[in-house]
């Protein structure tokens, strides 16, 4: 019975890599991301992502709804760009028809987006801080978040759908006093996530984890497709705000960049783009034009196609549409800033050691249901 | 094809290329500094039309081809190696023949329910329903 | 009152959701409406948990995951399905991908409604599954097994 044991040469393994699963359901992240890491000793040498836990086919939804209709669709993309995946829907949609949208309704999107980008980064600078075992700084930034949510609850209707973006313009029209009261609000936030973050990037544990770590060259940023923080963090300033869709192209902002390439600079892109938005949004209040905020899209979508790229607080997000001329439009695609950013955030982990997988996971701010569909 | 900003409609070069000249058009392009933003997949009940789209900067062009049947396509990753998952995507939900993909789940990128959910090629689909209980 | 009832673990399971219930979950850890104060802790590991929080609808990737995690957990257990995707499948429903509501995978004690599921209502479906545990605990019988009784004790 024990001969084979007896017999079985013990042979100390031989030094070679060794795959190991990260995730799916991994306390870092809420969402199931799933990487096999293959490992040489404590070194990450290769990465294979592997995806589908959330894949639910959305897009081929876009035949069994009205065009109107699949707006609440596209706005369940993600929950954390709910406004700016409706929107970029109906402008893609607004394109096939050519309609021109009010411009308060322009402001109003403006208005949403950048408060989710506030919201959107915040719930990052939460989620990093609670990679790196900071817990009260992620406390404490969620219940600065909160604030920022109660205001797209007052002025949008909720709190992380919004729900106000409808074909043609926005369904809601806050008044100017109620803005104003929000953006009041907002100072707080506004002074209290200065404060955060300045504790968040000169604390020295943090640094140490940051710094150096998960380097992406400018280069490879660029060819391997990477979009939003992730490429300017690498020296690109590319911003599709700056295409002027909105009320971008009539408020003064700029963009965000810098140079290193490592977890601390993608950090610090967001960091300083939650200080841009709060400035944003104080522009966007104060120029708001009176107005409209919605017109009529009737009949059937002209036969054609559209297509629109918008700057999400995760990156480039490209909607294409497709009609047939009937209600129900042909095709709708959407190629979400995660998804372009997977190749990148691959060569980021390449050559870091193992304990640094989940912070570097966190400083690209990965969006699983955004990227499955 | 077009683009929308506000009204403001932005013409984009959309060319009709032959499958063969795939590669080389898009090495020119990489030469000359552009970077890959999307691969898109489109289905009919005849044809399977695949759209390489490029950025420069705040331009676009887009290579278009009709991929069904038995279409062998070269993959891109030789040239763009971040194209990976685009590609796998369009093998796994159209069944677009793509060869050589850099790193390749062999089908199983989403592991879906279904069989080429996306194609609407009436004679390949094995039934119209394809795996949804 | 068991210490079930009184400091619930938890275990929040993100299958096939839009994140919006998963960013109210998170939220309802957080200061403003602390689930904390009701005992609750969020841990990682299946073993140490007594609730279970799904998010989201079923598909053949992580059905097993989603059994696996439900079976991992010790009795008495409870199981909270939050938001319209994790009753019938919600505005997905028509998806090829999507399966519909966990309750074809495992057995679900708590529906919280909503798209997205507003923070108070899954404080809600946690203090009500909390209490369901109690009950379940009684119900198995307090002491049977593993408990030392007076005199084995020195």
Redesign the interface.
């Given at each position: 019975m024990s001969a084979s044991i007896e017999h079985a040469a013990v042979v100390r393994r031989a030094p070679g890599p060794t795959t190991i699963p990260f995730g799916p359901q991994h306390p870092v992240l809420p969402e199931p991301l799933h990487f096999d890491l293959v490992l040489e000793d404590e070194k990450v040498v290769g990465v294979v992502p592997q995806v589908g836990y959330i894949h639910r086919g959305l897009e081929l939804l876009i035949d069994k709804r009205d065009f109107p209709d699949y707006v609440h669709v596209a706005e369940r993309i993600c929950g954390i760009c709910s406004f700016m995946h409706g929107m970029g829907y109906c402008e893609s949609v607004e394109g096939l028809f050519a309609t021109i949208v009010p411009d308060r309704a322009r402001w109003l999107r403006t208005f949403w987006c950048e408060l989710e980008r506030v919201q959107s980064h915040l719930l990052w600078l939460g989620l990093a801080a609670d990679a790196l075992g900071f817990e009260n700084l992620f406390m404490a930034t969620w219940r600065a978040r909160e604030l920022v949510v109660d205001v797209a609850e007052e002025t949008a209707g909720g709190r992380v759908i919004f729900g106000s973006a409808i074909v043609g313009g926005v369904s809601r029209d806050p008044d100017d006093e109620t803005l104003k009261r929000c953006l009041a609000a907002m100072r707080d936030v506004r002074a209290e996530t200065l404060r955060l973050a300045d504790v968040m990037i000169r604390e020295p544990t943090v640094r140490h984890r940051l710094d150096g770590v998960g380097t992406l060259s400018h280069d490879d940023a660029y060819i391997l497709g990477a979009v939003g923080p992730m490429l300017r963090a690498s020296g690109h300033d590319y911003d599709v705000r700056s295409r002027n869709y909105a009320a971008y192209g009539e408020i003064e902002w700029k963009s965000v960049v810098e140079t290193a390439g490592d977890s601390m600079a993608r950090a610090l892109v967001r960091i300083r783009e939650i200080e841009q938005s709060f400035a944003i949004l104080d522009r966007v209040v104060a120029t708001m034009p009176a107005g409209p905020v919605s017109v009529p899209v009737r009949g059937m979508p002209p036969k054609g196609e559209s297509w629109v790229r918008l700057e999400q607080p995760r990156g480039e997000v490209l909607y294409y549409v497709r009609s047939n001329g009937t209600r129900q439009l042909e095709r709708f695609r959407v190629r979400t800033p995660t998804f372009a950013n997977i190749p990148a955030m691959v060569a980021a982990f390449k050559g870091s050691s193992l304990a640094d997988v989940p912070t570097i996971a966190l400083t690209i701010d990965p969006c699983i249901s955004c990227t499955e569909r | 094809m077009r683009e929308q900003i506000d009204g403001k409609a932005i013409e984009t070069i959309v060319e009709t290329i032959e499958v063969a000249s795939l590669l080389g058009r898009v090495s020119a392009l990489r030469a000359a500094g552009w970077r890959i933003v999307q691969i898109l997949g489109i289905s009919t009940d005849a044809t399977i039309e695949l759209s390489y789209s490029f950025g420069l900067g705040h331009e676009m062009r887009v290579f278009r081809f009709n991929a069904a049947g038995e279409v062998s396509v070269p993959s891109i990753t030789p040239i763009f190696p971040g194209a990976y998952l685009y590609e796998n995507e369009l093998r796994d939900l159209f069944g677009v023949q793509i060869q050589c993909i850099s790193v390749d789940w062999l089908g199983k990128v989403y592991d879906v329910a279904a069989d080429r959910p996306f194609s609407r090629i009436k004679v390949t689909l094995p039934s119209s329903e394809g795996g949804r209980p | 009152m068991s210490t079930l009832e009184k400091s619930p673990w938890l275990i929040?399971?993100?299958?096939?959701?839009?994140?919006?219930?998963?960013?109210?979950?998170?939220?309802c850890l957080?200061?403003?409406y602390d689930a904390e104060r009701f005992g609750c802790i969020v841990t990682?590991d299946p073993k140490q948990a007594d609730i279970l929080l799904v998010t989201?609808?079923v598909?053949?990737?992580?059905e097993p995951?989603l059994k696996n995690?439900y079976e991992q957990m010790p009795e008495p257990r409870a199981v909270v399905a939050i938001g319209a995707c994790a009753y019938s499948g919600?505005?997905?429903a028509?998806?090829?991908?999507?399966?519909g509501g966990i309750a074809k995978v495992i057995p679900v004690d708590v529906f919280v409604p909503g798209?997205?599921a507003?923070p108070e209502a899954i404080l809600d479906g946690v203090v009500r599954a909390a209490g369901l545990l109690a009950e379940r605990r009684r119900a198995m019988g307090r002491g049977k097994r593993g408990t030392v009784t007076e005199g084995e004790a020195s």
């Open positions: - | - | 929040h399971y993100d299958a096939s959701s839009c994140n919006g219930c998963d960013i109210e979950v998170l939220a957080t200061p403003v990682g989201g609808s598909n053949n990737l992580n995951v995690i919600g505005v997905f028509d998806c090829y991908n999507v399966k798209c997205a507003r």
